[in-house]
């Protein structure tokens, strides 16, 4: 098969399996697991709207761990999407008060007591992060217009882009990779 110019491929099927309904007993331990993990999602949600209920009418009661200042800069190994949702909170009133969803890492509720300002940074730094907000700015702008262009135009990617690691120096994909 050629696949592109002066580049040819070929592939020898040594083993064929037909698509298939596989029986219950095959899928018994997976269906389970997948079942208990979605079902102790569910209730750690609900434990944790529970309690962020109950913190928010007595909030000197409510026993968390201790405070930790975050950041988009500084997470401190906490998940990109607690970071995300204290940020956007609400800190018009404080303490604030805020749930996330992790899917089967659980329920986080988090609890904004301050807002602290950000340390200054000196210039070089300002320049790379005045750099670094450019180039998503321009990524971003690009992929809208990108997606309106494809939305006017109704086309469609039928075929995925090869992995980039696989290409070598030229462009070229490696017979292994094919």
């Known amino acids: 098969m050629e696949i592109g110019p002066n580049q ?5 099927i040594t083993q064929y399996a037909p698509a298939r309904t596989r029986p219950f007993a095959e899928v ?24 962020m209920a109950a913190w928010k009418a007595n909030g000197a009661a409510a026993a968390v761990e201790a405070a930790v200042v975050v950041s988009r800069d500084k997470t401190e190994n906490v998940p990109p999407q607690v970071v995300e949702a204290v940020l956007r909170a609400n800190a018009a009133t404080l303490p604030a008060w ?14 904004i007591n301050k807002l602290v300002p950000r340390a200054p940074t000196d210039e070089t730094a ?28 109704k086309a469609q990617i039928k075929v995925a882009e090869p992995p980039k690691a696989a290409a070598g120096a030229d462009g070229d994909v490696p017979l292994a990779a094919q």
Not at 8 to 12: E, K
Not at 98 to 111: F, S
Not at 126 to 151: G, M, P, Q, V
């Open 126 to 153: 300002a320049k790379l992060e005045r750099s670094r907000y450019e180039r998503a700015w321009s990524l971003a702008e690009s992929e809208a217009y990108y997606t309106l262009l494809k939305d006017r135009f």
């Open 98 to 111: 805020t749930g996330v969803d992790l899917g089967p890492q659980g329920y986080v509720v988090a609890r």
């Open 8 to 12: 040819l491929a070929s592939a020898h």
């Open 28 to 51: 018994h331990d997976l269906v389970k697991a997948r079942l208990v993990a979605s079902r102790a999602a569910e209730m750690a949600k609900k434990e944790g709207l529970d309690k």
